[in-house]
């Protein structure tokens, strides 16, 4: 008698004219109304869409996820229309501290944990000696979203940014402070050090700072302190 077992995620769908590829129909039912007709495919595993008709009360469940981008339908059948399945992430307001995740689209769940990710503080410094591999590189971007690609980036640690060239370097290297700079330095690029979620972290009395808190992402008294 749990939410896993007793109960599934509900979906807001998204009204659009008919797509010309609805893969093929799971199930058919008549006469229900629109919201019977977003249940029925929030209980049927396999619908990512349907089709529906005010005029006719008909509902056809698909399994083809069908997106607001997708071709319509050459010539449109009676008033039926597509409702596409938003993913539950989508909508989902992260808290404050953390970012969505950019494959969020592929997760069935709406909890923090999964939708989200910690947002970290980046500090400015040299261009490090040793960068370690590059994990990705992007033209055109902004300090900022440079930011947010290396928190969005499971394997980035630390980046380079020239702002002249607005190019965006993620590296697979956990840069610091004190690490030995790059000699020659190239053009304006800068290392930008990925601050530890932890390393301001103010711990209650009679607790102390955990000695590998650079490598913890949360904030609070059970990740980041232990007893004194």
Known sequence: NDDETCCLPRHSYSERTLVANEGYEIFAKSPVTLAEC?????????CRSFAYSVVQRSCHLKHAAATMQAAARAHQYLDYKTYVQVPLCISHVCAEGTILRLDAYSIVDEGG?????????????????EEGHEVRGDLHVTLAECEKLCDLTGACRSFTYSALQQSCYLKHAAATMQAAARVPQLLDFKTYVQAPLCSNHACAKGMILLPNATTIAGDDDETCCEAS
């Open 38 to 46: 977003e249940d029925l495919c929030d209980l049927q595993g396999a």
């Open 113 to 129: 944990e999964t939708c989200c990710l910690p947002r970290h503080s980046y500090v400015e410094r040299t261009l490090v000696a």
